[in-house]
């Protein structure tokens, strides 16, 4: 098991300290049984200790602990503080340098996306650290997106903007689906040049879904066609505005979204499966047309409304929770009858106050304690 032992831990049970004796500034992972055979490769750095430490670069740049990436898993190697290998997003976005590690070196992707490995370091230069370097490329940042808007004084939202890390350069590009989870309605809209409207509504769209009979009868290999009508694409209301321009251009998101929360796993046991998104318009309500859905019936379609089956669903969730109420005060009925109110716990005595009345409820534990039977409130609940 020493193998899997990470090098902080190597070095410690080296120094003579085991499972029951260790340095403060460090841990046992919070694992049952308490044992240094655990996923984490035994001992770990308390948080409040490394990220007051000083690390470095291969080209010798200084970062704090705290702006270290920890647990890192890549290439078979664990990239974390206790291997003394943590890493950091390269300030200059080198795609390859001689002085890191070469498992980290990448020949092509974004700039973003390009780690260092770091050694821990007794000494800190900030004039020479990551810190210090993302500080300035954040307030070149700041200048070139002043220029753009400078540049650009109409129709451009700092929503919409983004930066391109290879080209060190910003570009708007509109996206409404930003809108619908940052701007609510009524407030100004720089791209409109106006305000946009407090009418509020959602994106309605239909889902069709189509599939071939599977079985052993004269019908097997017909199609099988349902819709599912109203559906809504967003989780709150939001402005008009915003709904109609995400019509034009939401019929991908929607997509895969029905496609990868719930038919992807079942295309897997189907392969006829098949999903289509219909009808995707903007509005207060989901529009139903009587017309529409009496013709696709005809034609074999099976049509529900989706907002009839978010209803049903609460309809069943109401009863379920009243079933569950109502087999409770009838235990504790029974139970007040049988030991007496005072065995029962506060919140329960007041549940069953809430059910029957103090008054009530000490007749009917009066009732049954003299039947000796439990007492069926069913007829109760009828009433």
Not at 330 to 355: H, I
Request: with cysteine.
């Amino acid at each position: 098991m020493e193998q899997s032992y990470n090098l902080l831990t190597k070095h410690l049970l080296r120094e003579g300290y085991h499972v029951h004796h260790y340095p403060q500034y460090v841990k046992i992972p919070a694992v049952y049984p308490v044992t240094l055979e655990n996923v984490y490769g035994g001992f770990q750095y308390r948080s409040d200790y490394i990220q007051q430490k000083n690390f470095q670069t291969g080209c010798g740049l200084y970062v704090k602990g705290k702006y270290c990436l920890n647990d890192m898993g890549y290439m078979g190697i664990d990239w974390c503080f206790e291997n003394d290998n943590p890493v950091v997003l390269c300030p200059f976005g080198s795609i390859s340098c001689k002085r890191n590690h070469p498992l980290l070196e990448k020949r092509e992707g974004a700039r973003s996306f390009h780690f260092c490995r770091c050694r821990m370091t007794y000494g800190y230069i900030y004039d020479m650290s990551v810190e210090k370097l993302q500080k300035l490329q954040k307030s070149d940042k700041d200048r070139l997106l002043k220029k753009f808007f400078e540049t650009h004084s109409e129709n451009v939202c700092q929503h919409h903007m983004f930066f391109d890390e290879r080209k060190m350069e910003w570009y708007f590009k509109y996206q409404p689906l930003r809108c619908a989870k940052i701007c609510t309605g009524g407030e100004y809209c720089p791209l409109r040049g106006r305000n946009l409207t407090k009418k509020k509504g959602n994106l309605f769209y239909d889902l069709k879904v189509s599939t071939v009979r599977k079985d052993n009868t004269f019908f097997a290999g017909e199609p099988i066609i349902s819709i599912i009508k109203g559906k809504r694409f967003l989780n709150h209301s939001v402005s008009l505005d915003i709904c109609t321009a995400l019509q034009h251009i939401a019929a991908d998101e929607i997509y895969q979204k029905e496609w990868w929360n719930q038919y992807s796993m079942r295309h897997l046991y189907d392969p006829d499966l098949k999903i289509e998104i219909l009808n995707i318009r903007a509005g207060k309500t989901e529009g139903r047309d009587l017309e529409q859905d009496l013709q696709d019936i005809q034609r074999g379609i099976h049509v529900v409304h989706s907002s009839d089956l978010e209803a049903a669903k609460k309809q069943r969730k109401a009863e379920e929770k009243k079933k569950r109420k109502q087999a409770k005060t009838m235990t504790l009925a029974k139970k007040a009858a049988q030991y007496g109110l005072q065995a029962l716990d506060p919140k329960e005595q007041e549940f069953l106050r809430k059910r029957f009345g103090t008054e009530e409820l000490k007749s009917v534990c009066k009732r049954e304690a003299e039947r000796g039977v439990q007492l069926s409130l069913a007829d109760y609940f009828e009433m």
